[in-house]
């Protein structure tokens, strides 16, 4: 049973920092592109980053340079790191495995950019 897990959201004031982790188990982690994706309330979920299998990445323009997304196929983990965060970056933050048609979720950890 593939499970996505994510972790490392909090509430966290305009200009801070987060890292969000997401532990995945039950699939060949290493040949799974990865990617986070975000959902604020009343807005459809949107693309933030992704990495390839061979590490490559790519990002949303909204993110472009302050978030970095990395994966560690020996801990079967990708992260986001985050980094003067806004207000506009307030949403549940999710996880996605996707190799061909194998595409799994995960369930979700909420970050809040508020004073």
């Known amino acids: 049973q593939v499970q996505l897990v994510e972790s490392g959201g909090a509430l966290v004031q305009p200009g801070g920092s987060l890292r969000l982790s997401c532990e995945a188990s039950?699939?060949?982690?290493?040949?799974?592109?990865m990617a986070w994706y975000r959902q604020a309330p009343g807005k459809q979920r949107e693309f933030v980053a992704a990495?390839?299998?061979?590490?490559?990445?790519n990002y949303a323009d909204s993110v472009k340079g302050r978030f970095t997304i990395s994966r560690d196929n020996a801990k079967n983990t990708v992260y986001l790191q985050m980094i003067a965060l806004k207000p506009e970056d307030t949403a549940d933050y999710y996880c996605?495995?996707?190799?061909?048609?194998?595409?799994?979720w995960g369930q979700g950890t909420q970050v809040t950019v508020s004073s």
């Open positions: 996605r495995a996707n190799y061909f048609g194998s595409d799994y």
């Open positions: 039950g699939l060949i982690f290493n040949i799974y592109k």
């Open positions: 990495v390839s299998r061979g590490a490559s990445t």
